[in-house]
């Protein structure tokens, strides 16, 4: 099956700096994307989504960037906190998934740094 | 804000065993899904549920596997005779509509296979 995967297994910033996590999707036919945040023993969190017909949304403090010529997806945190320690993932929806499960990539960490 | 919740946090069944996971979905949701996490690598889906029957599952969701809405409320994954591999992070999710939402997810159960 089509997969999503991410370009970053780690990244590590300073606080207070923007950070930017990037994911690649191979399936044309994803029309719904969403990025969830995990911490440690929870569940995935979500944090912001974006459908195929946008190519940009804004959260607060967060925007995800769609590029479907490329097939890539990003995620900016602004003014990146303590806080956003994490790992973040991608999910991917496609009109070939019947019964809406998300294709996960393997997940980024981010480690924001004092 | 209503949340996903999981039942045990952590389960631990000797191999062979049967074991049984529990969620109760957010109230006015309609679709349910159970994920698996393996230490260390990514979500992956292995069911979905809607309108009291599967929707779609994954080739991880073989005849070991069952999934049950015994009430209005618990939603129970089923694994009959439990394998070492089968040690994993379970998360169950849910949504209220079939497209471009996002799924609410639990804080999963951590089985562990002796």
């Known amino acids: 099956g089509e997969s999503v995967g991410l370009h970053l297994p780690t990244l590590s910033v300073q606080e207070g700096d923007n950070s930017i996590i990037n994911c690649a999707y191979s399936n044309s036919a994803s029309d719904y994307f969403i990025w969830y945040k995990q911490e440690s023993g929870k569940g995935p969190q979500f944090i912001i989504d974006?459908?195929?017909?946008?190519d940009k949304r804004q959260g607060q403090r967060v925007t995800v960037l769609l590029n479907k010529t490329v097939k890539h997806l990003s995620l900016q945190i602004a003014a990146t906190q303590p806080g956003d320690s994490a790992v973040y993932f991608c999910a991917d929806h496609s009109t070939d998934n019947y019964g809406q499960n998300f294709v996960f990539g393997p997940g980024t960490r981010l480690s924001v740094l004092p | 804000e209503p949340e996903v919740t999981q039942t045990p946090s952590h389960q631990v069944t000797q191999m062979g065993q049967e074991v049984i996971l529990r969620c109760v979905p957010i109230?006015?949701?309609?679709?349910f899904y159970w994920y698996r996490q393996i230490l260390g690598q990514k979500v992956e889906f292995l069911v979905s549920?809607?309108?009291?029957?599967?929707?779609?599952k994954s080739e991880i969701f073989d005849d070991q596997f069952s999934v049950e809405r015994p009430d209005g409320s618990n939603f129970t994954l089923k694994i009959r005779s439990t394998k070492l591999e089968d040690s994993a992070m379970y998360f169950c999710?849910?949504?209220?509509?079939?497209?471009?939402?996002?799924?609410?997810f639990g804080d999963g159960t951590r089985l562990s296979i002796l």
């Open positions: 109230s006015n949701h309609l679709y």
């Open positions: 549920f809607y309108n009291n029957e599967i929707s779609e």
């Open positions: 999710a849910s949504t209220w509509s079939f497209s471009n939402q996002p799924q609410h």
């Open positions: 974006i459908r195929s017909n946008m």
